[in-house]
Structure formats: C-alpha cells, structure tokens
C-alpha cells in the first residue's frame, strides 16, 4: 500500500468512533481504484484519443467498453461490504510477550462477500473459521490493558479494478498480565489456623484505596483523598474472615531500588507457582489487600495488570 493511501485510510480510521459492533453503511465506505484499475482508466483515455484522431468506430466501442467495466467495479466492489455487521469479541488474558487473539464476527444481510480484514498498521493474516468468525492476533508486548486497533476492511471482488474498503474501530480489550519473572524467594507463611484476614469482597471493613475505575461509580469516590492530592481513588470494601495458614507474597519483599515492573513479574511468577501448589495466598500491592484461596491466583494476577494501569476504553 502506497504511503498516501496509508495515511489517508489512519486518517479515516481517527474519524471513526469506537463502537461494540458497526454496520458499514454508505458513509462508512469509501472507493479507489486499484494499480490495475489506473491502468486500465489510462488505457481506456488513450484509445478514445487514437479513436478522435483517427475516426475508429471499433476504438470508440473499446474505451467506452473499459469506462463501462470500471463503473460495474464500483457497484459490484461496494455490494462486496454494503451492509456488513462486525461485531468484535476479545480472547483470554494473556501474559506479556504474547499475542492476543480477537475474534471479529461478521454477519451479512444476504448472501456472505469476499473481503479481507488485517489490522490498521498491518500484522499477521487473518484466520477464517467455518462460522464466518475471523481470528485476528497482536502483539502484546506490555503489561496492562490491550485495546483492539483500528481494522481495515476491504474487497477488490470480483474484477480487482476498483477497491471498497472501510476502517473500522471496535470495542474489545484484553488484560496483559506481567511477563513472569523467576524468583527464588522462599513463600513467607502468613498466618495460623485463627488468623482473621481482609478477603476481597464485598462488606462493612474498609479494605484501603486503590485506582478508581468508571464502572466503580462515582459514589466509590475518596472524594478527601481527591482534594488533598488531586488522585482519583476507589474505597474499598470487604469483609474479616477466618482463615487457615496462608502463602504471604508483599510488595515489601523487594528493595525499595527494584523498579515497579520487575517486582510485578517477580510477584507474577510467585503466583503461578503458588496456583501449581494449590496453597491459599495472600497478596499484598500498596493500598490494595487479595486473599487467594486454593491457588485460585485468577483475581491476583488480573489486580498486577491492572497495577497503575488507566482503563484503556
């Protein structure tokens, strides 16, 4: 794709508002001709000019033939989206260093067309399932929240002189968790058969702060700690229960000098050997408490991806 066209498509696609599911409709789709499809408009201009030259009937018919051909590829390149439904799905969480699967469905008011779908900045082909699914992985190199980028969507069918394609924004996002790091520390016990321990759920305890989210509402608001500092800040909830003996991971257990993303990996790994092992754990982030019982680290892992991370919606 030529650099002009690229970044006529990202402008488009910045135009594009960001929605669960889109119908291409006519203002959604645009039209170019093709390589081929310039070559073919040249030739065409320059038979009609050899036919006013010369006064060749048989030339007039033959431009007038390939001016008729490039306007059926318009009308049957566009019937190719025309009406198309995406909807987009996002896959599993994934840990960073990975690829993330989006599952992209399309639904067709009649009869299927022949398209293609890549990601904006382009990436690995498109993987057709049976169902008129498409798979469609990225990168994830990050820790934190994926976004799905921006789609290209287009069709040069069935004569590849014209081309109808669309940019296409899709709401879907998956948690990357931290990549895992191993970590020889030894499990720190974190308590006996009568120890009382904040769980993460809901009840009367206040359990800290941690980042606010929009789907918390606005009445979870620490709206004190918002004045003194200008930090929007969640309160939260939970409630004292009796536990049996726990596995206690801390941010604490690292030098004050190790950076935030390697104490998230170190922590990571410690989980997932913890999860092997079955053992109930708790896990302590600043201003944020997880008790984890029978290795099931699902809430702990999501809590480090989301450690300092906005919602990327």
């Known amino acids: 794709m030529s650099q002009w066209r690229k970044a006529l498509e990202q402008w488009m696609a910045r135009r594009a508002p960001r929605a669960p599911s889109v119908t291409l409709s006519q203002n959604r789709i645009y039209l170019l001709p093709t390589r081929f499809g310039l070559l073919l408009f040249g030739v065409a201009v320059l038979v009609w000019i050899g036919a006013l030259n010369y006064a060749v009937s048989l030339a007039y018919v033959l431009s007038f033939w390939i001016i008729a051909l490039l306007l059926l590829s318009v009308f049957t390149a566009y019937r190719q989206l025309a009406g198309l439904a995406l909807r987009a799905e ?92 191993p970590d020889a520390r030894a499990p720190t016990p974190g308590g006996g058969e009568d120890d009382s321990l904040l769980q993460r759920r809901d009840g009367d305890e206040f359990a800290g702060l941690t980042a606010w989210q929009p789907a918390q509402g606005m009445r979870r608001i620490a709206w004190r700690v918002f004045a003194r500092s200008q930090t929007l800040a969640a309160r939260e909830f939970a409630s004292l229960l009796p536990q049996g003996r726990q596995l206690l991971l801390d941010w604490s257990d690292y030098p004050p000098t190790m950076a935030a993303e390697e104490r998230l990996s170190r922590l990571c790994w410690r989980l997932l050997q913890a999860q092997q092992g079955g053992a109930t754990v708790l896990l302590n982030l600043p201003q944020q408490q997880l008790l984890l019982p029978d290795g099931d680290v699902t809430p702990g892992l999501l809590a480090l991806a989301q450690f300092g991370v906005r919602d990327a919606s």
């Not at 896959?91 to 067309?113: I, R, T």
């Open 90 to 181: 996002a896959g599993g969480p994934v840990f960073a260093g990975d690829s993330a699967d989006f599952v992209v469905h399309l639904a067709w008011p009649q009869e299927p067309g022949r398209l293609r779908l890549r990601w904006q900045d382009g990436g690995e082909r498109e993987r057709w399932q049976d169902d008129g699914r498409v798979l469609l992985a990225l990168a994830a190199p990050r820790r934190g929240q994926l976004a799905m980028p921006p789609l290209r969507v287009w069709s040069d069918a069935p004569l590849g002189l014209i081309r109808a394609f669309a940019p296409v924004r899709l709401a879907a996002s998956v948690w990357v968790y931290p990549q895992p790091l």
